[in-house]
């Protein structure tokens, strides 16, 4: 599945339709197996894998960036407002539809951030990422002082309902499970596409040579800045998705430390491979759960070693494991 | 103007131990271009160490001026422990690479050290209160503080000075100051890159530490010390631009003032204050106020 | 014969140095013209206030009439000038027909964010360009594991995706071995052949300038110092004596 998902054929074919629907086709498979596994799973596997695939749209998000060339280490503020809209939504205009949460999360995210687009698409390297970082403990900092909406403890969510039907005790978390999945497969495979078009293309081009970018005709700024405006639709709609599961929202989404771990999934799937991102966000959530549960003092450590090996070893991320040659 | 008085004195205390920890920031950046993320963990580390040795100073009944020794010496120890194996058992493998890369190497650090501090110190907050009243209590006016700040003041000043002195008028120092200009350069005339790398991050994590020590009666030592720390010292580092050790003394008093002003006049403001700043520097002079790099923009 | 490319009153410092002084010259449609001179004599310096990259102090340069002095480098390549590098400006993680797909897309008006980069049409002309410069047969490899003749000629192939009206190559036989100059020149020349345009190339190696240049630009200290046909520019004394070396200078 992971395999074809992510890596168009090295012939080229006479047109590329084909050969996204056959990654179409996958992606509905992938999605379809794991619905019927959800079915049979215990309730804490469900959650787990949500989790992992709403916090891997926010990772996904990054993943358009690092294809250009530069790393954010602020997608937690994307994600919080994605979050914020639709715990706001919920509770103080009553909408509470799980399709419609995600996408007003992710359009607000969009709106939030695009007026920023434009100057970050000028930043490289360290600066970059600590602007975007400065962004995001801005948002932090309002989050946590703002009573009104919900200061330093968040408040919590209800339970949404599905287009019109108010969902059932026994199978609500079955049913975000679905819709958290359906949501991550769309985006995954509109990625794909995405990153296989003429302008994913220059983005990757804008990685390795930016002024050569520019003497062929290209815009590195206005590929930079749709990049950062697709991170945060894909942030926003991973924290309002998170936020539905969860039952709870709070400033801490936005903090430095949970960008940081957005980011570790990022570089540990690398920029080749969508479905390596939703496997890399997999296995955090794994890590992150198993770790709190036996050995509470000890995850973090894990994870750093991990990274290291990664950065070390696997410096184009766990994708570059199964994705043929160096393009893409 | 009681009011005035007020937020500058605690902005300038605010400052001060800003400042020592920024400044070993800074310096690391300077020489080996490393923004060190796990900073904050060594602050963090010199915080619990000085809680250990004012504990064991406090055991064997000695004079509570002692603590201030032990407090020097646990930041002292600190660096001659975890400089060389972190410096020699992992960064020196990554050298060269990405600036970003190192950033994300030295996150995977302060994960590491997270948990390391954990599992050496556990996870309930330490006190260390005994040498806050060392130096009784100022009256300014109508205000009174406690002369500890003060004297934290103090010795923000004289590690600015000795920090100052040793990169300019010694030897060693200005070797490093060409480090910093280009160790590619510095290397082809002979000098040790590898040993000038090795002092500069000792100093650095002495910095930190020193910083963590000192600081370590004001606070409750508590494992996420590390965390918010580190955050400042970005906004510092940046607000005053990378490697500039003027950049890091104006770029805390900016940070000390513009948080100690939120606190006093809008409160709401407090948290994002510092952010703020460092958002507009971003934005309009991204080098910082003292530019050393340049930053890579189209 | 309305010219192409018109430069007047060009000039440029760097401190002390002159890098270009009152340069004046108009090279029309069609023609292949070479520019000669030893380093630092102002070719590169000229060549790149032309892609926008500088910014005469004075002076204005025109593409077809309309003034290109202040645009970036972009705009003007969107006029219809492309160059190549003296070092191959190239995507050396990705694949050879990668890197015309990326000439390709960034020269493309009607950028997609669905349309596969590796579609039919793109493909065709990569391929095509390809066939022209010989490269076909290393279409999969990784650029930065070919030799540096191979990336000379990928760096020219790449400058033509965009079918540009004017033509710079920066030293196109500069790093390759003396018998490889001639086979490659001949290479370039003939993929150009096909094609209405102006090319202006920098180069040092005499034969090649006499063989394939209809025109010799000269230049010196910034100046110009000769142009006309090869036959007569190459024999003049200033030539002779500041870029060829054939006369002693005093």
């Known amino acids: ?328 | 103007m009681n009011e005035v008085f007020t937020i500058l004195i605690d902005g300038l205390t605010y400052a001060s131990w800003l400042f020592i920890v920024a400044l070993g920031l800074t310096l690391v950046f300077g020489v080996l271009k490393i923004l060190n993320i796990a900073h904050g963990s060594f602050y963090a580390l010199g915080a619990y160490a000085a809680a250990s040795f004012v504990g064991w100073g406090a055991s064997m009944q000695w004079a509570p001026a002692y603590s201030l020794v032990a407090m020097l010496l646990a930041a002292v120890v600190v660096a001659a422990v975890v400089a060389p194996l972190t410096e020699r058992g992992l960064l020196r493998f990554f050298y060269g690479r990405d600036e970003v890369l190192l950033v994300l190497v030295t996150y995977a650090m302060f994960l590491i050290l997270e948990d390391v501090t954990k599992l050496v110190w556990g996870a309930n907050p330490y006190y260390v209160s005994e040498p806050y009243s060392l130096f009784g209590n100022v009256h300014v006016g109508v205000q009174t503080w406690v002369g500890y700040d003060f004297a934290l003041v103090a010795l923000a000043v004289v590690v600015g000075l000795l920090v100052w002195w040793g990169l300019n008028r010694t030897r060693q120092g200005k070797v490093m100051l060409a480090v910093i200009h280009s160790a590619e350069i510095a290397a082809s005339m002979g000098v040790n890159v590898s040993r000038v790398y090795m002092l500069a991050f000792s100093v650095g994590i002495f910095l930190a530490a020193l910083g963590g020590a000192f600081t370590a009666p004001m606070i409750s030592v508590q494992p996420g010390v590390s965390v918010g720390v580190i955050i400042v010292s970005f906004a510092v580092v940046i607000i005053g631009g990378l490697g500039s050790i003027e950049g890091a003394a104006v770029g805390a008093l900016i940070v000390g003032l513009a948080r100690s002003l939120a606190v006093h006049t809008a409160p709401v403001a407090e948290l994002f204050s510092i952010y703020i700043v460092m958002a507009v520097v971003l934005m309009f002079r991204p080098e910082g106020l003292f530019q050393r790099t340049q930053a890579r923009k189209i | 014969m309305t010219a192409l490319l018109e430069a007047r009153g060009v000039n440029k410092r760097f401190g002390a140095v002159v890098a270009a002084a009152d340069i004046d010259i108009s090279i029309a449609a069609g023609e292949r013209v070479s520019l000669i001179g030893s380093n630092g004599a102002g070719k590169t310096t000229f060549v790149n206030m032309i892609t926008g990259y500088l910014k005469p102090d004075e002076g204005r340069i025109t593409l077809d009439g309309r003034d290109i002095t202040p645009l970036a480098p972009r705009a003007i390549t969107r006029l219809g000038v492309a160059r190549s590098f003296q070092i191959p400006q190239l995507y050396g993680d990705l694949s050879v027909l990668d890197n015309m797909l990326v000439a390709n897309a960034c020269h493309d008006q009607a950028l997609s964010f669905w349309q596969p980069a590796r579609r039919a049409s793109a493909l065709d002309r990569a391929d095509a360009l390809l066939e022209r410069f010989r490269l076909a047969e290393h279409r999969e490899r990784r650029v930065a594991e070919l030799p540096g003749g191979i990336r000379k000629l990928l760096d020219i192939a790449m400058a033509l995706t965009a079918a540009p009206k004017l033509l710079l190559l920066d030293e196109p036989t500069s790093g390759v071995s003396a018998e490889e100059k001639f086979p490659m020149m001949e290479t370039i020349m003939s993929a150009l052949g096909q094609e209405a345009m102006t090319v202006l190339f920098v180069e040092h190696d005499m034969d090649i300038v006499e063989r394939y240049a209809s025109r010799v630009v000269a230049f010196y200290s910034g100046r110009i110092i000769a142009d006309g046909v090869p036959g007569e520019a190459l024999a003049t004394d200033d030539v002779r004596r500041y870029v060829t070396g054939e006369l002693l200078q005093e």
């Open chain 1, 1 to 328: 599945m992971a395999a074809v998902m992510n890596s168009l054929p090295a012939k080229p074919s006479a047109s590329a339709l084909p050969a996204h629907g056959r990654t179409v086709a996958l992606g509905v498979l992938a999605f379809a197996v794991l619905a019927v596994v959800g079915f049979f799973s215990p309730k804490w596997l469900t959650f787990l894998i949500t989790m992992a695939a709403a916090n891997g749209l926010v990772s996904l998000g990054i993943v358009c960036l690092m294809r250009g060339g530069v790393v954010p280490f602020g997608q937690g503020m994307v994600f919080a407002i994605g979050g914020y809209t639709a715990a706001l939504m919920f509770n103080k205009l009553g909408f509470t539809d799980a399709l419609g949460l995600p996408l007003a999360g992710g359009l607000v995210a969009v709106l939030i951030a695009a007026p920023f687009a434009p100057l970050l698409s000028r930043y490289r390297g360290i600066f970059f990422a600590m602007l975007t970082l400065a962004l995001s403990m801005v948002t932090y900092g309002l989050l946590m002082k703002l009573d009104m909406l919900g200061g330093s403890d968040g408040f919590n969510v209800g339970r949404p309902t599905l287009l019109g039907q108010k969902l059932p005790d026994a199978r609500v978390g079955y049913i975000l499970y679905l819709v958290t999945l359906g949501v991550a497969t769309v985006m995954g495979l509109l990625a794909r596409v995405y990153f296989d078009s003429t302008r994913g293309l220059v983005t990757l081009a804008v990685r390795e040579n930016e002024l050569r970018v520019e003497y062929l005709g290209g815009s590195v700024r206005q590929a930079m800045a749709i990049n950062f405006v697709l991170a945060a639709f894909c942030g926003g709609l991973g924290g309002a998705l998170v936020v539905m599961s969860l039952g709870h929202i709070e400033p801490n989404f936005s903090f430095w430390t949970t960008s940081g771990e957005f980011v570790f999934v990022a570089i540990l799937a690398g920029w080749q491979s969508v479905a390596a991102v939703f496997v890399a966000s997999t296995v955090l959530e794994v890590v992150r759960s198993f770790s709190s549960a036996y050995f509470p003092n000890t995850w973090q450590l894990a994870l750093g070693l991990f990274l290291l090996f990664v950065i070390r070893f696997l410096p184009k991320g766990i994708g570059s494991l199964w994705t043929k040659g160096s393009t893409k």
